[in-house]
T-cell receptor
Framework: GAGVSQTPSNKVTEKGKYVELRCDPISGHTALYWYRQSLGQGPEFLIYFQGTGAADDSGLPNDRFFAVRPEGSVSTLKIQRTERGDSAVYLC??????????????FGPGTRLLVL | KQEVTQIPAALSVPEGENLVLNCSFTDSAIYNLQWFRQDPGKGLTSLLLIQSSQREQTSGRLNASLDKSSGRSTLYIAASQPGDSATYLCAVRRKDSNYQLIWGAGTKLIIKP
């Protein structure tokens, strides 16, 4: 596709439920990032993939959060036993992954998660 | 710990005015700094990226400056238009982590026709 896509665009769930958020990066981008953005705040880094592996998952808040990228393209962010505090916009970004810190990250529109 | 602050949190100006948005960061050991635009329901769009060795970058009506030693960056918007209304965020990339972006909370800009 032309840009990063994320599905669903909105997700409403009940406390304690399991959710999956999907990110489809720009074709050919080997680097993929997940961020979380709470209302009125800037995005907060969660995890970074280079290819299929999670190069840095230090931003994941706890073990209820997990992300995979099995074929080095699409990624899924999984949240178990959701809590109201998980409500936020989850942003995905991708980049070429070949130039280290010099490259621009391209962002998707985000998934707005609301935990009731 | 790197912290990024943006002031003001919100700004409303009449169309046609020139304006400046401010970004400050606490640790000058950065790889680069980026300015992004965020529209409601849409993703973040990169506007300008300034490498740590650069002083400014320009794109159309936008000019971003970087003073690394003082921990400051400004985004100058010339001849503002209603279509410029959005939230503007700055983010720094730490030198010890080329991919992690540390973000400010943004400035919500409204341009009144």
């Amino acid at each position: 596709g032309a840009g990063v896509s994320q599905t669903p665009s909105n997700k409403v769930t009940e406390k304690g439920k399991y959710v999956e958020l999907r990110c489809d990066p720009i074709s050919g981008h080997t680097a993929l990032y997940w961020y979380r953005q709470s209302l009125g705040q800037g995005p907060e880094f969660l995890i970074y993939f280079q290819g299929t592996g999670a190069a840095d998952d230090s931003g994941l808040p706890n073990d209820r959060f997990f992300a995979v990228r099995p074929e080095g393209s699409v990624s899924t962010l999984k949240i178990q036993r959701t809590e109201r505090g998980d409500s936020a916009v989850y942003l995905c970004a991708s980049s070429y992954g070949t130039s280290g810190g010099q490259e621009t990250q391209y962002f998707g529109p985000g998934t707005r998660l609301l935990v009731l | 710990k790197q912290e990024v602050t943006q002031i003001p949190a919100a700004l409303s100006v009449p169309e046609g005015e020139n304006l400046v948005l401010n970004c400050s960061f606490t640790d000058s050991a950065i790889y680069n700094l980026q300015w992004f635009r965020q529209d409601p329901g849409k993703g973040l769009t990169s506007l300008l990226l300034i490498q740590s060795s650069q002083r400014e970058q320009t794109s159309g009506r936008l000019n971003a400056s970087l003073d690394k030693s003082s921990g400051r960056s400004t985004l100058y918007i010339a001849a503002s238009q209603p279509g410029d209304s959005a939230t503007y965020l700055c983010a720094v990339r730490r030198k010890d982590s080329n991919y992690q972006l540390i973000w400010g909370a943004g400035t919500k800009l409204i341009i009144k026709p």
